[in-house]
């Protein structure tokens, strides 16, 4: 069974981003989707993280039809087996870097890894509020939130936007030896395609069209 099987979806706003775009993800990969600003990856991201429902197809995630979930059962697969990353951070701004780590651990039962601290450089401002945090410390925070609650995928767009290249491309090392330590996977949106060939599968989304490139 693939973690992420995605059929025949197409959609569209105002006008058409995409159609007819199937692919599938095994355990223990990772994917990149590239593409020019407005060519709709973030949005097919958003449909296949379970936050938005296509025009048209389907998408299956962990063995389970999407759009055979009611909204409780979305909540739940979003909390508990899902790992939403943007570049946006979405911290609770009153509370330390910790407090938030904290506030994921409770809710997955998990506890803070102290390895994620230190593989993020972050262990020694963890006390800090938010608000006292760089943009690269707050975004780092942000991605030891999601790992913190030990997702079965991850869904990441744009994480390494507020990253210098050198902590950008520990970030994606740090991601690449989850998803093979835990048999996870990853789908990664990005403009930076020397970090999207770092995944197992490349995918460029052009002319309403997801093509394959590696």
């Known amino acids: 069974m693939n973690i992420l099987e995605v059929k025949s979806i197409s959609h569209k706003f105002e006008y058409p981003l995409f159609t007819d775009v ?3 993800l095994g355990f223990g ?4 989707i590239i593409g020019v600003s407005g060519s709709g990856k973030s949005t097919l991201l958003h449909i296949i993280s379970a936050l938005l429902t ?4 389907e998408v299956k995630l962990l063995g389970k039809n999407l759009n055979s979930l009611n909204t ?13 990353i943007f570049q946006t951070h979405y911290l609770f701004k009153g509370f330390s870097a910790k407090e938030n780590l904290e506030v994921s651990a409770i809710l997955s039962n998990r506890k803070i890894d102290q390895n994620i601290l230190n593989e993020l450089d972050i262990q020694n401002v963890i006390e800090q509020r938010v608000t006292e945090l760089s943009g ?3 975004q780092r ?5 999601v790992l913190t609650k030990k997702p079965r995928i991850i869904f990441a767009d744009e994480p390494t936007g507020n990253l210098d290249s050198a902590t950008a491309s520990s970030v994606m090392n740090i991601f690449s030896e989850y998803v093979k330590k835990e048999n996870s996977a990853m789908v990664l949106v990005t403009h930076d395609e020397n970090l999207a060939f770092n995944c ?11 093509l394959k490139v590696k």
């Open 136 to 138: 690269g410390q707050q």
């Open 200 to 210: 197992d599968h490349v995918y460029r989304l052009e002319d309403f069209k997801l």
């Open 29 to 32: 990969e990772s994917m990149a």
């Open 141 to 145: 925070v942000s991605i030891a939130r």
């Open 54 to 57: 296509p025009d048209s197809g």
């Open 22 to 24: 199937n692919f599938s």
């Open 72 to 84: 409780n059962e979305l909540t739940e697969l979003r909390r508990d087996k899902l790992g939403l």
